[in-house]
Structures are given as C-alpha cells and as structure tokens.
C-alpha cells in the first residue's frame, strides 16, 4: 500500500538508507499512473538465515500472483533483511530485494 500510495515516509521505517534511496528513484520511474498492486497468492520461504556478531541475517523467498490494473501476473523475489540482536527494541530491516524477471 505504501509503495502504491507512494509513502516513503512509512517505507522509510523498514529500509535501510540505501534501499530507500534506490526505491525512491524506482518509483520515479512509474510518475502518478501506476496502477495498484493486488496480491493474489503469496508464499514464503526462508532461505538462508545467519549470524554474524551481533546481527541477525535472513533472507526470504516470496513466490505468487499479483495483479495491476486487469493483469495478473506471478512474481518471484528475495528479501534480505537483517536485525540488531543486541538492541532489545531494534527491528528487522529490509536491506535488499531481488527479483527474477
């Protein structure tokens, strides 16, 4: 909702700066016609999950159908994330996301 609304500002409390930064400029490319985004089906699966010092890294596969506009279309992405462990009030941020076009 928030990327179809374009709030950055409700983006921006789950994203590092820098994929702020790069989400920023991706929604640009769209300007005001983008048409919203319906989730259809979605699955997830984590894929990969790490530790390294004192930050928590996982990495988690989406797979399903969403639809824009009249089309429905599947997708496919992974969304890294990592996590602060020794912050007790700290919480999961997305740091990267890849998709399979």
Do not use: C
């Not at 890294?80 to 997305?94: F, P, Q, R, V, Y």
């Amino acid at each position: 909702k928030a990327w179809d609304d374009n709030d950055f500002n409700a983006i921006l409390d789950y994203v590092s700066p820098e994929l702020y930064n790069l989400l920023v400029e991706e929604r640009a490319k769209h300007g005001d016609n983008k048409p919203r985004t319906e989730v259809i089906s979605l699955m997830v699966e984590l894929v990969r999950g790490e530790f390294i010092g004192s930050t928590a890294s996982i990495s988690l596969a989406f797979s399903g159908w969403i639809k824009e506009s009249d089309q429905t279309t599947d997708t496919s992405e992974i969304w890294h994330l990592e996590k602060n462990m020794s912050d007790a009030n700290g919480n999961w941020t997305i740091v990267g996301i890849q998709q399979d076009n």
